[in-house]
Each structure stands twice: as C-alpha cells, then as structure tokens.
C-alpha cells in the first residue's frame, strides 16, 4: 500500500465528526419503481438506503465501503408515485474495519411540501483499501446529543449482531 506521501493525499484523520459523512439523496419515485398500487418496491428503496449509506461510510473513511450486514427495516408508511424520497444518511460509530450508519428516509410532497417519516435502517460497512483489504477507519465524534445517542446505540446493536 502507497504511503499518504507517495500518492499526494493528506493522511486521514484518526476522528471524523458525524458531521463530515452526512449525505442527503433525493429521488422522485417514477413509475417503473412502483408497484400495482402505485407505492414505491421495497427493494428500490432499500437499495437507494445501501447506496446513502455506502457514501456516508466511504466519506468518513476514504475508503471503498462494502455492506457486511443489514439490521431490520422498518416500513412505516408507503411512498407513492410522484413523491420524493429525501434519504439521510451518516456513520454512528467505527468499531475498527467496520462500522455502523444509519439511514433516515422522508417521503415528501411537492406540492405542499411536507415531509413524512417513512423508514429507518441500519447497515454496517466494512471499508476496504486498495488491494480490497479490511482496513482501519478513523474514530467517529458524536457532537450533539443524538449523535451520542445514535453512538451508544451502536455499540449495543453490534453486541446483539455478534451474539
């Protein structure tokens, strides 16, 4: 592996703020996402979730992310044709190779403009480097409260996903 210095690049930090992952996507449900009712396919939305996800990891980490696991996903209520999915996505905690983000989902109205909480998930990532190694990623730093909430939540999540 090329050292930080022989590529040009600053080395990574050892601790990344919340913060610096966010991602926000947006996506309009179009009619080939759908289903026979007109609300959106699970399956699409769940791979929009791993993909705000997956960017949210590799911004912390500098790192090609690859999905290790996914916990369970709540649909809470259905997205229609014509609305847009407003995904928000960042990293809770880096354990060493791998670590947990979490993904907030909206359905929005254009029209009125209101946004309705539709999902959450969380997945974690394992960040590989350039030979497709597991590698170290930097320490995540909770700075409000519900990034601390979200932090320690992690932990026990993991502890239930290990066993």
């Given at each position: 592996?090329?050292?930080?210095?022989?590529?040009?690049?600053?080395?990574?930090?050892?601790?990344?703020?919340?913060?610096?992952?966010?991602?926000?996507?947006?996506?309009?449900?179009?009619?080939?996402?759908?289903?026979?009712?007109?609300?959106?396919?699970?399956?699409?939305?769940?791979?929009?979730?791993?993909?705000?996800?997956?960017?949210?990891?590799?911004?912390?980490?500098g790192l090609v992310c690859v999905t290790a696991s996914v916990d369970h996903i709540d649909f809470h209520h259905p997205v229609k044709q014509g609305?847009?999915?407003?995904?928000?996505?960042?990293?809770?905690?880096?354990?060493?190779?791998?670590?947990?983000?979490?993904?907030?989902?909206?359905?929005?109205?254009?029209?009125?403009?209101?946004?309705?909480?539709?999902?959450?998930?969380?997945?974690?990532?394992?960040?590989?480097?350039?030979?497709?190694?597991?590698?170290?990623?930097?320490?995540?730093?909770?700075?409000?409260?519900?990034?601390?909430?979200?932090?320690?939540?992690?932990?026990?999540?993991?502890?239930?996903?290990?066993?």
């Amino acid at each position: 592996m090329s050292s930080p210095e022989a590529t040009g690049r600053d080395p990574l930090p050892t601790r990344h703020s919340v913060r610096a992952s966010q991602v926000e996507m947006t996506e309009l449900v179009l009619p080939n996402d759908t289903n026979q009712l007109g609300n959106l396919l699970g399956g699409k939305l769940m791979h929009w979730m791993d993909i705000a996800m997956a960017i949210a990891a590799a911004r912390h980490s500098g790192l090609v992310c690859v999905t290790a696991s996914v916990d369970h996903i709540d649909f809470h209520h259905p997205v229609k044709q014509g609305q847009v999915v407003v995904l928000q996505a960042s990293v809770n905690r880096v354990f060493r190779t791998s670590m947990e983000a979490g993904v907030k989902v909206f359905a929005e109205d254009i029209r009125s403009g209101t946004r309705v909480h539709t999902n959450s998930a969380y997945m974690t990532f394992v960040g590989l480097n350039e030979e497709g190694v597991p590698t170290a990623s930097p320490q995540v730093i909770p700075e409000t409260e519900e990034e601390q909430r979200r932090f320690e939540q992690a932990l026990a999540r993991r502890q239930k996903r290990m066993g």
